[in-house]
């Protein structure tokens, strides 16, 4: 997708479809209306208004509202966007508007529109939400389809004009809000596809590529291990875990360093993905029908491997590392058992009561050893419990840590960034539910507080370093349309990271 800034008037812009975002306020006051609607509502003759209004358009976020110009413009059509009130308005609400415009723009088989940002809104901010939720809303995972969703397939949309509001002009940090904003939606995408594969597809092997290619292509260091290295790294939770299946399991290494001296010295940041790229619950078999989205369950590795495509890119002044541990939980005659017991590298031992809670198992492992790489925070994203899901629903990451200052800040990034994300909380009175009579610990526990278990044993492997545990087992994936979201994969986790990381570079300088 090709994006230009400029100023123009949107009566006389050229893309197939324009797109105009609308306040509430602005339609109910008539006061602050944005120049391309007022433009578009003049060459009009008053039409645009006058019917958006008897049919119901009030600005409301989610509303959406077209009109033909049979000509009269030399776009085909006008689309009003509901932007909700102006007041505590959110740059998602743009975001969401704008997955909203390229849906649209897909139905009426548009490859190119006008896209108006709306007026008392940073520009620079507005853009790349603007850009995110066109990109993110264009997306479409037809890979495996051998006949088109439609008789007439419509065009992937290719051109977008970003009009500027009012008497602002196109500067050098619009230019470069706009490239940041297409490149994070362009990675949660390619996340989108990982993890929307067939789990045959994307083994662990498969995974291990895609980080050697990103890699390659941003100039970053990767180091890859089989078994014979987890074995060498006393990581007896991974190999457990791994041990059902005839799927290699691999340890992934990814590192931005600076090639700044002085940089490359700081303490790195360091995240984590769960990388279990198919679960059918081991010995402990989920249901059919809660195993049938389990190709999502390395949805974590797929944010983390995303976002260190930004990374790259953003160049920020400390290290970055990578680590996964991928591989697949599955039941065969050399599965792990129910009552087994697990020495971990930490030491710790840990006695193993359903084999479907093996996430925690592995990242437990990884944390580990991202650990002693003496990261300053580690950030560690994981489809990791239904539990959270029950507390939280579909649309909403869950948040664990140990240190209120780094769990803010991720908070912060979360929201800046548009993924909603909750604080939950970790109690030591949950400590009981995992003690074990002949282990140090166990790995599930009682259902009361499932998520807040889970937490409270990754804890362990994280010693007193900061540290932030994204639940995304809800938000990984959807099951209806919203804005820019779409059925399948969301790619959730992408931004967070992309935006915690450069804030934290805007103040390491």
């Known amino acids: 997708m090709q994006f230009t800034v400029t100023v123009a008037d949107a009566a006389q812009a050229n893309g197939e479809v324009l797109v105009i975002p609308v306040f509430e306020d602005s339609l109910v006051q008539e006061k602050g209306l944005p120049a391309a609607l007022r433009s578009a509502d ?186 014979k290295q987890i074995e060498k790294l006393k990581m007896g939770m991974f190999l457990g875990v791994a041990q059902g299946s005839a799927e290699k399991p691999k340890l992934i290494h990814l590192s931005y360093v600076p090639k700044n001296a002085r940089h490359a010295e700081r303490a790195p940041i360091a995240l984590v993905g769960k990388a279990i790229t198919f679960d059918s619950g081991g010995l402990s078999l989920k249901t059919p029908d809660g195993m049938v989205d389990m190709k999502t369950d390395m949805a974590g590795s797929a944010a983390v491997l995303a976002a260190m495509k930004v990374i790259a890119e953003l160049r920020p002044p400390f290290p970055v590392h990578a680590f996964m541990g991928a591989c697949e939980n599955m039941p065969s005659g050399t599965a792990y058992r129910p009552g087994d017991i697990l020495i971990s590298r930490l ?84 400590k009981d539910a995992l003690r074990s009579e002949v282990a140090d610990m166990k790995n599930s526990g009682e259902r009361w507080g499932a998520a807040i278990n889970a937490a409270v044993f990754l804890r362990e492997f994280v010693g007193a370093t900061p540290w932030v545990h994204l639940d995304i087992a809800g938000p990984s994936s959807s099951s209806r349309e919203c804005g820019y979201i779409t059925k399948g994969a969301t790619g959730v986790g992408v931004r967070t990271v992309v935006e915690f990381i450069r804030q934290r570079a805007s103040t390491s300088r």
Request: with cysteine.
């Open 42 to 227: 003049a060459a009009l003759g008053g039409l645009l208004l006058s019917t958006a209004k008897r049919e119901g358009f009030a600005g409301k976020s989610d509303q959406s509202w077209s009109f033909h110009t049979h000509g009269k413009l030399p776009a085909n059509q006008v689309v009003l966007l509901g932007l909700g009130k102006h007041a505590g308005a959110s740059h998602e609400a743009l975001r969401l508007a704008a997955g909203r415009a390229a849906k649209i723009a897909g139905k009426s088989r548009s490859a190119k529109i006008t896209f108006a940002l709306p007026p008392g809104t940073s520009t620079e901010e507005s853009a790349k939400a603007a850009v995110e939720g066109l990109v993110l809303g264009g997306y479409r995972f037809d890979r495996y389809r051998t006949t088109p969703r439609e008789e007439n397939p419509a065009p992937r949309l290719e051109e977008v004009q970003l009009l500027l509001a009012g008497d602002k002009r196109p500067t050098l940090s619009t230019k470069r809000a706009v490239e940041l904003g297409q490149k994070i939606a362009e990675a949660t995408n390619w996340a989108r596809n990982l993890v929307n594969e067939p789990a045959a597809v994307v083994t662990p092997t498969r995974l291990a590529d895609e980080a050697r290619k990103i890699a390659e292509v941003g100039g970053l260091k990767i180091s890859i291990g089989g078994r």
């Open 347 to 430: 030491g710790k031992t840990v006695e193993v009561t359903n084999t479907d809670a093996e996430g925690r198992l592995v990242l437990g492992d990884v944390l580990t050893w991202a650990n002693e790489h003496k990261p300053s925070a580690i950030i560690d994203l994981a489809t990791l419990t239904g539990a959270c899901v029950v507390a939280l629903g579909n649309y909403i990451v869950g948040a664990f840590g140990n240190d209120h200052a780094l769990t803010r800040s991720v908070l912060a990034a979360a929201g800046r960034a548009g993924e909603e994300t909750w604080e939950l909380p970790i109690s030591e009175l949950q």
